[in-house]
T-cell receptor, first 114, second 113 residues
């Protein structure tokens, strides 16, 4: 079965600093995508960044970037220049081929200290 | 693009009652997904539609749960004879085809008294 694991239930960082959230996954598929989603308190889950497994280059979206290690099945999210608005639950997710239903990790609650 | 819309935002009901939730996906999206999220956990897949066809249901979806997507547009999720364990956030998401990011609604929070 496909699994996604986030080993850090909570993280905190000082405003303007950099933080890295960890994610490991297990899949038998040869071609797949990985996603990071952000869920602010009582608000909608939104896509932060997407990585295609066949691409060697790590995805980047403004202050958000990933460190994708395919052999190690690791997919970490780096947030640079952290802002107060980055405070949220962050979920790593991988879709299962075919249905493309998402399998989510347990989430990491990120706190930004002013 | 008005986003995925879910109604109601909150539903409080007594155990044993039936409830129905509605999801309006992004209009051009052909896939629609339902997930359930309990406090402090990641969402878990319940079921999904491609157009009007319900193509997969999770084992989490007991016989008390039913979902429809008539005409491939909005979808409804009904829970019959609600139980305490049904208390959760029910999330709807839509996408255009496979391997495309899913866009989520705000969810419907169900509380069973």
């Amino acid at each position: 079965a496909q699994t996604v694991t986030q080993s850090q239930p909570e993280m905190s960082v000082q405003e303007a600093e950099t933080v890295t959230l960890s994610c490991t996954y297990d899949t038998s598929e040869s071609d797949y995508y990985l996603f990071w989603y952000k869920q602010p308190p009582s608000r909608q889950m939104i896509l932060v960044i997407r990585q295609e497994a066949y691409k060697q280059q790590n995805a980047t979206e403004n202050r958000f970037s990933v460190n994708f290690q395919k052999a190690a099945k690791s997919f970490s999210l780096k947030i640079s220049d952290s802002q107060l608005g980055d405070a949220a639950m962050y979920f790593c997710a991988s879709p299962i081929q075919g249905a493309q239903k998402l399998v989510f990790g347990q989430g990491t609650r990120l706190t930004i200290n002013p | 693009d008005t986003g995925v819309s879910q109604n109601p935002r909150h539903k409080i009901t007594k155990r044993g009652q039936n409830v129905t939730f509605r999801c309006d996906p992004i209009s051009e999206h052909n896939r629609l997904y339902w997930y359930r999220q309990t406090l402090g956990q990641g969402p878990e897949f319940l079921t999904y539609f491609q157009n009007e066809a319900q193509l997969e249901k999770s084992r989490l979806l007991s016989d008390r749960f039913s979902a429809e997507r008539p005409k491939g547009s909005f979808s409804t999720l009904e829970i019959q004879r609600t139980e305490q364990g049904d208390s959760a956030m029910y999330l709807c998401a839509s996408s255009w085809g496979g391997n495309q990011p899913q866009h989520f609604g705000d969810g419907t929070r169900l509380s069973i008294l």
